[in-house]
């Protein structure tokens, strides 16, 4: 069956190709020599050709010529700008009650579910077993709704309540009914009724393009079995001790039936669950600090007890997170050495300063430079030769197994911070401390307990923010279900309860400070929740807790709150803005704040959860994300420090810093602020000599951050354009005009003596471009690139004159000269280019560069590499830009091993492509990874989903190891940034590595085109992609070593069909982009590691009380739209 996405993604490719637009005949030649296959026209339901591609009229414009031929043009695609209408209901200072609507235009931005914490995952929560030859064990008796269809309830919750639990192995569920079987549709009718518990879901998707709906609700119970029945205590005391000497570092009691059925072949005793505690001398049963109180965690004895348990993230969760331990298998971690000596206490102590400052990993070869830097003595040798020495203060984990020095240290945490292992429940997001706090505050706005607000799970959650009067609390509120719908919908209910239901309600007879209350908003008719802030003789002061501002009133508009209006927590919160911390109540910057955000819905990237969380915060409505943080950084600038550039001036004693491949210049005129810069650079030198801290590392990077880097041995001002990861990062030299990618160990924070000044200058690299040149950028050949960098960058003595200043593209037009002769045209470097053959071999096609998560910083339009300089670890300039990538081609996008991680680098770069000059490289006898281990039919495995097209096609990757191809894309980043590009001659179904946006990755190319286009398909996330040729790269044997990740699957229980829109649209909110267990059903091998497929049960275990299981969602999607129809 012809996947239609697929067919959409490759058409839009060939035709936007084509921009004249293109015949059938060529239309079908082009797609078939992209893809290797014809137009799947019949098997998607249509006889002709034409009537397909009338079916698409979001991917194909049809047009005729004037001969009367059909030409065929690409659509303006509106799926790659992810689009959401946010309506709010805000009430301010300014204007109360009366609601008015905020919209935005918001792209959502990509979610990176662990990408941000490169750590070792345990695992997920298991489901309860069930029989694979019962169908989908539980399709009768099923309730109304549509999540959960399991009939026994998950066996943790009511073990580690005292209770009897379900055996996992004897379902309860297994001699019900069976359902009827389900009718095929083949048919995909865009026009047919949806059932309607489904209706909502698909609505939403949308209307909203959101990318999960709410969670399925409906738990059906049944009584549990296997309750009480005597057992062996001595046997199963032994067979525990022998499972806490396996796992000494201890794990949760609720994965103790699993792995004991695994090892015994026989199901623990539940009434062995509630003894476990009175065998103390066996084990120790721990209640972590956990807004769980049923989850408990087993270690063995006391006096055995060295180490903590284990931990995993999904998402960012604290200030900071404690590392986990490596997983349980240790096959591939070098054996330490046999007789390790002990640290001295004050190595041990500087060594664990630098864990600290690095809350996610730190990498064992930046031990040596990051000690000589920060403590100015050299790291013992030894240490290095023998990182067992350091297991006491960290725990170490390997990787990349082929190399054994390549070790990744995570300090250990105290046992009061430990987390639940289990990475996909969603029991809460706040830390028990935060819970405390957020109580403690309800309890004194009332005698009645308010429930906290928990900051919402999504990375990128939308607010509405109200105002600032400190960047330090910025008031603003949540958007979403659960918060600003859920208070519009209260909101309606007191108007009708205390106005409908009472025509004139009675006034609190005495407020009292603190007290809460129902309050008629001035000069309108709303009813909104408020807090009582001081008593005067007839009027109340009172701050609305649900829309933070604050309003003098008259008494008779307070009334008691009635107490169901007590469940929603509070909607006004605060947050702290990231990087302005120094500057909270600087006038310019809350001047700027209040105009670029105060009233508008954005995007806010949580950095760090706690009761006031630290974020930044993305204006997404317009063309290019907007970091609203750094542009209020950008307010402290004194404008006189900048480049006082006019037309028709000319300046000299002007430095070429860099030469971008599209033909962009940066250069560096005289001015008041460069030589102001280069004095406090100097003393910022001096200054970290004379220390010796830690406090200057950075330890939570963010993009628009400044900071500091090494070029060329000396320290430079840098911003931070992308997050691969937790480790690695891209950076643009902001006075240079140089990107480089680094390790986070490499920047400094500024010291706070210069922060101010250095924060007062503006970038001193000013973006060029020739003048008066008959090719635009984008279209410079190498040798052009490579020419004009011969003449300029070596040079100290050049000179230019402004032709135009471009404020669109924020870019100048300039002559450029070697010389002082700026008087003759025909000395510039753009006379001598003009004359030239430079531009003579140049291609008919250029690609632009684009990045879907841009920033705001107008310099960071091209993408420069930069090498090592070995004498100190850092870029060096050498000006070598790495070719930008291509704007994307196809919709959607997937976590990546960092990209998304906050609104990324590059964007607006351009360059050309030139054929292949050399002969073709041997791939086919190069070394392919090992296949991808997997369990036995029938066992489970923890994944997660990172494409899913409909039931028939969806790729999962293993959760367990997924941190393990985040360090490898960093590695590649690493390695690729920093190597020139050289021709290759690219063939069909060979493996290479290709930079899709930011990231570089593993591919298998399906195609090739003759404008330069290749299609690749992603090894480890299994999209497909459409890359510049000279994206490409050889794949070295160091990243030919981890097993590709991604592997293809369908899901088992349904029968297969042509699956509908709608019902793709279900499929994807429950399973794309979440971490899952699959219950593996067959395996389907192949020749190739990217042709193997599996058949798997899929089960979302991240609530509670239940498990769901997707094939029942799907099977009942297509029972209900049969019946409808």
């Not at 890359?1027 to 050889?1034: A, N």
Request: charged share 25%.
């Amino acid at each position: 069956m012809a996947d239609a996405e697929l067919v959409k993604k490759m058409l839009r490719a060939v035709l936007q190709a084509n921009k004249g637009g293109v015949s059938l005949s060529r239309l079908q030649s082009e797609y078939k020599e992209l893809t290797g296959e014809q137009i799947p026209h019949k098997q998607m339901g249509h006889n002709h050709m034409d009537a397909l591609l009338a079916s698409m009229p979001s991917v194909v414009r049809m047009e005729r010529n004037r001969s009367g031929e059909m030409v065929y043009f690409a659509s303006v695609a509106n799926e790659t700008a992810h689009v959401a209408k946010v309506v709010a209901r805000q009430r301010s200072s300014k204007k109360t009650g009366r609601p008015h609507l905020v919209n935005t235009q918001m792209r959502v931005k990509p979610a990176a579910p662990l990408v941000l914490n490169a750590k070792p995952q345990t695992s997920l929560r298991q489901p309860d077993h069930r029989g694979r030859g019962g169908g989908r064990g539980g399709g009768g008796g099923r309730g109304a709704g549509h999540g959960d269809f399991r009939q026994a309830r998950d066996m943790r919750d009511g073990q580690s309540e005292g209770k009897g639990g379900t055996h996992p192995n004897k379902s309860s569920n297994q001699n019900t009914p069976t359902r009827k079987a389900n009718a095929t549709t083949e048919k995909s009718d865009k026009r047919m009724t949806l059932p309607s518990r489904f209706q909502k879901e698909v609505h939403a998707h949308l209307s909203r393009n959101s990318q999960q709906t709410s969670s399925p609700s409906n738990l059906n119970e049944s009584p549990g079995s296997g309750k009480g029945k005597p057992y062996n205590p001595q046997q199963v005391q032994g067979r525990i001790k022998e499972i806490l000497g396996k796992y000494s570092n201890g794990f949760w009691v609720s994965k103790l039936p699993q792995i004991y059925r695994e090892l015994y072949k026989q199901d623990l005793p539940s009434e062995a669950i509630k003894d476990l505690e009175t065998w103390t001398h066996i084990c120790t049963v721990e209640k972590p600090c956990s807004s769980n109180p049923s989850e408990l965690l087993l270690y063995p004895a006391k006096e055995q007890t060295t180490t903590s348990p284990p931990a995993a993230h999904l998402t960012r969760t604290s200030s900071h997170p404690p590392p986990p331990q490596s997983p349980p298998s240790s096959s591939s971690s070098p054996s330490p050495p046999s007789s390790p000596t002990a640290l001295c206490p004050d190595l041990k102590q500087k060594l664990e300063e630098l864990l600290v400052k690095y809350s996610n990993g730190l990498w064992a070869h930046a031990l040596p430079k990051l000690f000589q830097d920060t403590y100015k003595a050299k790291l013992p040798g030894h240490v290095l030769e023998n990182l067992q020495l350091l297991s006491d203060i960290c725990t170490i984990d390997y990787p990349m197994p082929d190399n054994p020095k390549r070790a990744i240290l995570y300090r250990r945490s105290s046992a009061g911070g430990r987390e639940d292992e289990n990475c996909n429940r969603r029991d809460s997001s706040a830390s028990e401390e935060e819970l405390r706090a957020r109580q403690e505050v309800g309890r004194r706005l009332s005698n009645q307990a308010v429930p906290p607000l928990l900051i919402p799970r999504e990375e990128y959650p939308s607010v509405l923010v109200v105002e600032a009067t400190n960047t330090n609390g910025v008031i603003l509120r949540y958007i979403g279900e659960g918060y600003s719908q859920a208070q519009e919908s209260m909101e309606d209910e007191m108007r009708e309860f205390y106005g409908l239901n009472q025509s004139s309600p009675t006034p609190l007879a005495s407020p009292a400070s603190g007290q809460l209350a129902a309050v008629r908003a001035e000069e309108e008719e709303e009813i909104l929740r408020a807090q009582v802030c001081e008593v005067m003789a007839d009027k109340v002061k009172v701050y609305y807790v649900d829309h933070g501002f604050s309003e003098v009133i008259s008494k008779t508009k307070v009334f008691e709150l009635h107490e169901k209006f007590f469940k929603l927590p509070f909607q006004a919160t605060k947050c702290k803005l990231a990087g302005l911390e120094p500057f909270c109540q600087e006038p310019a910057v809350l001047k700027k704040f209040e105009t670029m955000a105060s009233g508008k819905i954005l995007l806010a990237e949580i950095l760090e959860r706690g009761q006031t969380p630290l974020v930044v915060l993305y204006d997404t409505s317009q063309d290019d994300d907007v970091n609203i943080n750094a542009a209020c950084m950008k307010a402290l600038q004194d404008k006189t420090l900048a480049s006082p550039l006019q037309v028709n001036s000319a300046y000299m004693n002007v430095t070429v810093r860099s030469v971008c491949s599209d033909g962009t210049i940066y250069c560096q005129p005289p001015s008041r602020g460069l030589a102001k810069l280069n004095e406090i650079l100097e003393k910022t030198e001096a200054y970290f000599h004379s220390q010796v801290t830690s406090e200057f590392l950075v330890s939570r990077p963010f993009c628009g951050k400044v900071c500091l880097a090494r070029y060329k041995g000396k320290w430079s001002r840098v911003e931070i354009t992308n997050l691969h990861g937790s480790r690695v990062l891209d950076i643009l030299f902001i006075d240079l005009g140089v990107q480089a990618s680094v390790e986070v160990f490499e920047l400094r924070e500024i010291p706070p003596p210069f922060l101010r000044d250095l924060m007062a200058i503006p970038p001193q690299a000013v973006k060029c471009c020739l003048a008066d040149l008959a090719v635009s950028l984008g279209s410079w050949t190498p040798d052009a690139v490579q020419w004009l960098r011969e003449r300029v960058l070596n040079s100290t003595d050049c000179s230019m004159k402004v032709a135009k200043l471009d404020e669109t593209k924020r870019c100048i037009h300039v002559h450029l000269f070697t010389d002082k002769n700026f008087h003759d045209p025909t000395r510039s470097l753009n006379h001598q280019m003009a004359q030239s053959d430079l531009f003579k071999q140049q291609p008919d096609v250029f690609l632009t560069s684009h990045s879907p998560t841009k920033t705001s910083t107008p310099t960071s339009s091209s993408k420069t590499c930069s090498t090592s300089d070995t004498s100190n670890g850092s870029p060096t300039s050498t000006s070598t830009p790495t070719k930008p990538h291509l704007r994307r081609a196809l919709s959607g996008t997937g976590p990546r091993g960092g990209g998304g991680g906050g609104g990324g680098g590059g964007g607006g770069s351009t360059t050309t492509t030139s054929p292949p000059r050399t002969p073709p490289s041997p791939l086919s006898s190069l070394q392919l990874p090992p296949l991808l281990e997997l369990p036995p039919a029938g066992n489970n495995i923890d994944i997660y989903v990172s494409v899913a097209c409909h039931p028939g096609h969806f790729v999962l990757q293993p959760w367990r190891d997924m941190y393990k191809l985040v360090v490898l894309m960093g590695e590649m980043i690493l390695y690729y940034n920093k190597t020139e590009e050289k021709p290759l001659n690219i063939e069909k179904n060979q493996i290479y590595a290709a930079k899709v946006e930011n990231n570089w990755h593993r591919v298998l190319v399906k195609g090739v085109l003759t404008n330069g286009l290749v299609s690749v398909y992603e090894l480890d996330y299994g999209k497909h992609e459409l890359v510049s040729c000279t994206q490409l790269r050889p794949l070295i044997k160091e990243f030919r070593q981890l097993p590709f990740q991604g592997i293809t699957a369908q899901l088992a229980g349904v029968k297969p069909r042509q699956w509908s829109e709608e019902a793709s649209i279900v499929f994807r909110n429950h399973v794309e982009k979440k971490p899952l267990v699959a219950q593996l059903e067959a395996v389907q091998e192949a020749t190739n590691p990217w042709d193997r497929k599996l058949t798997v049960f899929l089960v979302d275990t991240s609530q509670e009380e239940r498990d769901i299981w997707v094939h029942d969602i799907m099977a009942e999607f297509a029972d209900e739209l049969t019946n409808e129809l």
